[in-house]
């Protein structure tokens, strides 16, 4: 019985100490564990204060260039700090004078319609219809006119619908909205380069400045002032038409050449050339936007008749003496603005297409 007890007694304790053991050692091994992990923790943590500490931000906010594996340029510049002029003189300085320059243009050809009134003609029609613009002209005119405007909506959509519309509109909407903006304005750049190409090769030489020129200014085109109804001389061309004309070509070609830039960022752009691209696009496109605006103006309200050339292809007599004198001059016996003439049938005589307004 004795020997029972002490048998069970000797498991009991062997079985005790074999626990307490283990114990010890998985105690040990928890705190180990534990230490371990404290000092991996700590280890992290002074690399992460030696990678990501005040030293290492402001070594990155002051753009100093760190290491990557890319060798493409400014790629080891986490924070650009000539971008933030760049974003200042985009958001602070050129949006609200851009905004400022075209409502103030809104308001002055207004104000110019209000208060001077549109230039009438001073006769009567004659019903003498005198040919001033082709087929051609008049599809490459509108063509341009389109794209101009489509391309300036979208690109204003782009600057300042984040002010206007995107605090009015669902959030879906709106990003579908600017998607599309940002597209098209893209897509459709360039077809306005090629537009602007065509435009200056057909008739640059209608809008070469001379001394008739000069004399028209000085009289304010006859549209103001003592001057006004007073019709100063002009060639096909006036000196106000010359003007848009080299306004349009000028900085036509300043916008495109930025805005290939902006589009193809395939040839070691830096970060400093896309955000002068923008910046010169953006001055570009604002002052081709209000000097159409007065082009618009004096299509449709400030010059009676002005728009029905670039409808029709012919203006009237009494519209071409006055406005146009020495053009009409040269014109005036040219067998198409004879009472009469048939365009098509001289076309078929000559075995050509006619250029008449079907």
């Not at 007694?9 to 283990?22: D, G, K, Q």
């Not at 003498?128 to 405007?149: Q, V």
């Amino acid at each position: 019985m004795t020997k029972r007890i002490q048998h069970w007694f000797t498991l009991l304790a062997t079985a005790f100490m074999l626990m307490f053991t283990l114990s010890a050692f998985a105690s040990e091994g928890a705190n180990t564990n534990t230490d371990n992990e404290r000092l991996g923790e700590s280890s992290v943590q002074k690399e992460a204060v030696g990678f990501a500490g005040a030293d290492y931000w402001r070594m990155v906010k002051d753009g100093q260039e760190g290491y990557t594996t890319s060798k493409s340029p400014e790629h080891g510049v986490l924070i650009s700090v000539p971008g933030q002029t760049w974003y200042v003189l985009k958001e602070k300085w050129m949006s609200p004078l851009g905004a400022l320059a075209i409502f103030g243009s809104l308001a002055m050809v207004t104000l110019a319609y209000v208060v001077v009134g549109p230039l009438k003609l001073s006769k009567p029609k004659t019903g003498r219809k005198i040919k001033r613009w082709s087929r051609m002209d008049r599809a490459l005119h509108w063509s341009m006119a389109f794209t101009f405007l489509t391309l300036a909506f979208s690109g204003l959509t782009l600057v300042y619908g984040k002010h206007f519309l995107k605090p009015i509109l669902p959030s879906e909407l709106w990003g579908w909205i600017i998607y599309a903006a940002k597209q098209y304005h893209n897509y459709i750049g360039p077809i306005f380069f090629l537009l602007l190409v065509a435009v200056l090769v057909k008739w640059w030489r209608k809008s070469i400045f001379n001394m008739v020129d000069v004399r028209w200014f000085m009289k304010m085109g006859g549209m103001v002032g003592k001057h006004k109804g007073t019709h100063p001389s002009a060639g096909f061309s006036n000196g106000g038409e010359k003007a848009i004309y080299w306004l349009l070509i000028c900085f036509g070609i300043v916008a495109a050449i930025s805005g290939f830039v902006l589009d193809f960022p395939i040839f070691d752009q830096t970060r400093r050339d896309m955000e002068l691209s923008n910046l010169v696009h953006m001055f570009s496109a604002l002052i081709l936007i209000c000097g159409f605006i007065f082009h618009i103006y004096i299509g449709l309200f400030g010059m009676e008749a002005a728009l029905d050339g670039m409808i029709t292809g012919e203006v009237d007599e009494t519209w071409a003496k006055e406005h146009h004198d020495l053009w009409y001059e040269e014109v005036k016996d040219l067998p198409e603005n004879q009472p009469g003439y048939d365009e098509k049938a001289e076309a078929e005589a000559k075995g050509k297409p006619s250029s008449k307004t079907s």
